[in-house]
T-cell receptor, first 115, second 115 residues
Framework: GAVVSQHPSWVICKSGTSVKIECRSLDFQATTMFWYRQFPKQSLMLMATSNEGSKATYEQGVEKDKFLINHASLTLSTLTVTSAHPEDSSFYIC???????????FGPGTRLTVL | AQKVTQAQTEISVVEKEDVTLDCVYETRDTTYYLFWYKQPPSGELVFLIRRNSFDEQNEISGRYSWNFQKSTSSFNFTITASQVVDSAVYFCALSANFGNEKLTFGTGTRLTIIP
């Protein structure tokens, strides 16, 4: 069964609104969370890395005030896209790490469409 | 800096044909990990394989096989007797360590199996 869940799986919102995406690790504790973004027909690009209880580290070119990441617990991390604009429309994927030796898991993704 | 190149943007083959997806990587790390993921139309990444830089043995898993050649910095993926269900985007990825480390993805190869 799935070990990582994301909610919502898709969302459509109006420009200027904020959208919160949740990522849960279902059967392990995620000490680190990676958030990736994938534009249509493009590759996955890392947006930010967060460790539980610490501030996230953002990749170059990613606005930290626009993409708010909260990793307050070992099983839940949230990504909030504030004041979303059409150019933020993308597929957002979380990837928690908690020391499991077998693989690097990815969430099923959240498809965001900003009108 | 790490880089992964998947020169084949799109490939189409007729069902039951064999197909090889190329992956070339660049890294200055002496220890690193290579991955292949499958992304079907649903968007969820499916883990296929992880290989560390010290293990150059080729691997076979059913119809899938992987050829890791450190001398040419390549980690190619072959599907034998392709099936329609193999149609997806395939990503090769690289990380400096396994686990608590971001993945650098290639641009992906869109594979279409024609029935």
């Amino acid at each position: 069964g799935a070990v990582v869940s994301q909610h919502p799986s898709w969302v459509i919102c109006k420009s200027g609104t904020s959208v919160k995406i949740e990522c849960r690790s279902l059967d392990f504790q995620a000490t680190t969370m990676f958030w990736y973004r994938q534009f249509p027909k493009q590759s996955l690009m890392l947006m930010a890395t967060s460790n539980e209880g610490s501030k996230a580290t953002y990749e170059q070119g990613v606005e930290k005030d626009k993409f708010l990441i909260n990793h307050a617990s070992l099983t839940l991390s949230t990504l909030t896209v504030t004041s979303a604009h059409p150019e933020d429309s993308s597929f957002y994927i979380c990837s928690p790490w908690g020391g499991r030796p077998d693989t690097q898991y990815f969430g099923p993704g959240t498809r965001l469409t900003v009108l | 800096a790490q880089k992964v190149t998947q020169a084949q943007t799109e490939i189409s083959v007729v069902e039951k044909e064999d197909v090889t997806l190329d992956c070339v990587y660049e890294t200055r790390d002496t220890t690193y990990y290579l991955f292949w993921y499958k992304q079907p139309p649903s968007g969820e990444l499916v883990f296929l394989i992880r290989r560390n830089s010290f293990d150059e043995q080729n691997e076979i898993s059913g119809r899938y096989s992987w050829n890791f050649q450190k001398s040419t910095s390549s980690f190619n993926f072959t599907i034998t007797a392709s099936q329609v269900v193999d149609s997806a985007v395939y990503f090769c990825a690289l990380s400096a360590n396994f686990g608590n480390e971001k993945l650098t993805f290639g641009t992906g190869t869109r594979l279409t199996i024609i029935p």
